[in-house]
């Protein structure tokens, strides 16, 4: 469900910031799986984060989203987390089948990657800066699962 809060035209008459609030509430009903994502930049050259304006606000209610951590599960370690480049993985355990699957989070699978050796990496590659979810299997056995932050 698609639901406006304000439509606005652009005006070359001021260039002043306006304020707005909107309670979620009074467009839809809290839940307990509700995330909010926030999308905000200044379309200017040289801009920056902290002179940009809210472009995009969406709200998503799924229970999906995310992976629920098993405590009885082995400890994977991510290190340094937060990275900005790379990490490194820990795993008690790495089996010829080992594969990490990361997910954003939307639930959306952003890279599926093999471990087959001792001392693995995490490499940033393509994926933007934000919250990150991963379980570590292997064949149809989950050895763990937990989240990381890339800056």
Do not use: C
């Amino acid at each position: 469900t698609t639901v406006p809060l304000e439509v606005l035209t652009k005006t070359f008459s001021s260039s002043a910031w306006v304020h707005k609030k909107f309670k979620i509430s009074s467009f839809l009903t809290p839940t307990a799986n509700m995330h909010i994502s926030l999308s905000i930049s200044d379309a200017g050259p040289g801009g920056t984060v902290v002179e940009g304006g809210l472009d995009k606000f969406f709200v998503y209610d799924s229970a999906t989203v995310g992976i629920n951590e098993n405590p009885e599960a082995a400890s994977i370690l991510i290190y340094p987390n937060p990275f900005s480049a790379s990490a490194s993985i820990q795993l008690p355990t790495i089996t010829s089948q080992s594969i990490m699957e990361v997910f954003d989070i939307y639930g959306r699978e952003v890279r599926k990657q093999k471990i087959d050796s001792q001392k693995p990496k995490l490499l940033r590659g393509n994926l933007p800066a934000g919250l990150y979810f991963f379980k570590v299997s292997s064949g149809d056995e989950i050895l763990g699962a937990g989240k990381f932050i890339i800056e």
